[in-house]
């Protein structure tokens, strides 16, 4: 065995093409060559059968017959808040609302120590790792006005979970400022000393200022100062008046940023008039603004105050896809009282998001798979992304023999492998399972 060489025969590559098999070779954690079985399944009798392979012996394999299953280049979810997940326990929502999510979260988050957070951030970071994702951009709560040394914790317990994590999954950190004019020298030197620490994004939730053009001028020229992109939550409300996209695209035109500048939610979109969203849509595909929807989190928090005919609440993912933005999915919030819900586990936000925005026929599935993984690589800014000669080996395996059969069966089976190490395997052995529960899961390899 060839050190850092590692061979995989029989998989499947949706991205790439439905139906054919490959085989691949990685070398030295970058992929060497990647080729179509034109003779079809390949008889591999010296290679490791991925089937119930666990990490160790799949560390020891020189060969991995993936038995048919799928392929993907490595999940990214670009929009986290794992400093806030888990959190649930200690904070409830009862109404549902955002507003009352961020209320409550605020009067708990100064009874949060530095090593609680950390903790959270880690759980939460190796299990999204396990599920397949191995770069999460994570949005961090810095509430100035409890006092500095509140907004200061989850900083450093962040910056602390990056390093603990570094040869498992990779984080970038995007605090959330919230400009205000009255404390624009305070907020500036706090954002510049998190800059210096190395955090590497700037991050924000604007139009829940009392003064959104400001708190976006103010953004964009921090991040050009410090040559960081930017990523900031836009219009995640009902309100069809809420259009601070339309500030955050003359912005991002006038400091240059297109292709470094992503908006969040933009839930708001969905309840404006066709002609309204339509203009603010092409203005962002003009002005190089990147969309993350986040499909889970907006299904339950918004659409709060219908009755009847309850909105879905999240933003316009096909009319934007049409448009040529380059659109993510990611999941937000974990078990905190924004989203009770959710696991870490992208391909269960493709899922739902499949559902939402109506994206669930055969022609669909690569689009959603796209938003798991080559969009939000692109919005992340990751260079030498996929799964072609040159390209990073991170990738995750997962129980399904196409990408329809991926959002049908959410297979729990993944094999993970982060620039050539195989650093997760979650198997669900079949013999766990009673015999109508195998019937089930008869097509899930
Ligand atoms: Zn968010």
């Known amino acids: ?21 490959y085989r691949l070779v990685l070398e030295d954690g970058a992929w060497r060559s990647v080729e179509r079985q034109e003779e079809g399944w390949l008889a591999a009798p010296e290679a490791l059968p991925i089937g119930q392979a666990g990490l160790g012996e799949l560390r020891g394999a020189a060969t991995v017959d993936l038995q048919g299953r799928t392929l993907l280049p490595a999940f990214v979810d670009v929009h986290l808040h794992l400093d806030k997940a888990y959190s649930l326990p200690a904070v409830r929502n009862r109404s549902g609302t955002l507003r009352e999510a961020i209320d409550n979260y605020r009067a708990h988050v100064a009874g949060f120590s530095k090593e609680e957070l950390r903790e959270r951030i880690m759980r939460g970071a190796r299990t999204a790792a396990s599920y397949g994702s191995l770069l ?5 709560d810095v509430p100035l006005h409890l006092g500095r040394d509140v907004a200061m914790r989850s900083v450093e317990a962040a910056l602390e979970a990056r390093e603990s994590l570094r040869d498992i999954v990779d984080l970038q950190l995007f605090p ?11 907020l500036s030197e706090f954002a510049g000393e998190t800059l210096r620490m190395g955090v590497d994004g700037i991050g924000g ?16 020229a921090l991040a050009a100062g410090a040559d960081r992109p930017v990523d900031l939550h836009l219009d995640e409300t009902d309100d069809p008046q809420m259009r601070t996209i339309g500030l955050f695209c003359d912005a991002v035109r006038r400091h240059g940023y297109g292709g470094r500048a992503t908006a969040g939610h933009l839930c708001s979109l969905s309840a404006m008039p066709q002609e309204d969203a339509e203009r603010l849509i092409a203005g962002m595909r003009e002005a190089g603004v990147g969309a993350v929807t986040l499909p889970a989190v907006n299904l339950y928090l918004q659409g709060r105050g219908d009755r009847g005919n309850v909105r879905r609440g999240l933003t316009r993912v096909k009319e934007l896809l049409e448009a040529g933005v380059t659109v993510a999915a990611a999941s937000d919030n974990i078990q905190d009282p924004f989203h009770p819900f959710g696991r870490g586990d992208l391909l269960q936000i493709g899922l739902i998001g499949a559902y939402a925005a109506h994206l669930a026929g055969e022609e669909h599935v690569r689009t959603v798979l796209r938003m798991l993984t080559e969009a939000p690589a692109a919005l992340a800014g990751v260079r030498n992304y996929g799964v072609a000669p040159g390209c990073a080996a991170s990738f995750v395996v997962l129980g399904a023999a196409s990408g329809e ?14 620039r050539g190490g195989w650093i997760s395997a979650s198997v669900l052995r079949r013999e766990e399972l009673s015999a109508g529960a195998e019937a089930f899961v008869g097509k899930n390899l």
């Open 1 to 21: 065995m060839e050190p850092g060489r590692i061979e995989l025969v029989n998989a499947r590559l949706p991205l790439k093409e439905e139906g054919r098999l």
């Open 136 to 140: 999460l951009r994570t949005h961090l």
């Open 176 to 186: 959330m400022f919230a400009y205000e004019q009255r404390r624009h020298a305070e």
């Open 205 to 220: 939730a604007p139009h829940l200022t009392d003064d959104p053009g400001a708190g976006i001028e103010w953004a964009l």
């Open 405 to 418: 059969e991926l959002l049908q069966e959410l297979p729990s089976s993944r094999w993970v492998c982060r």
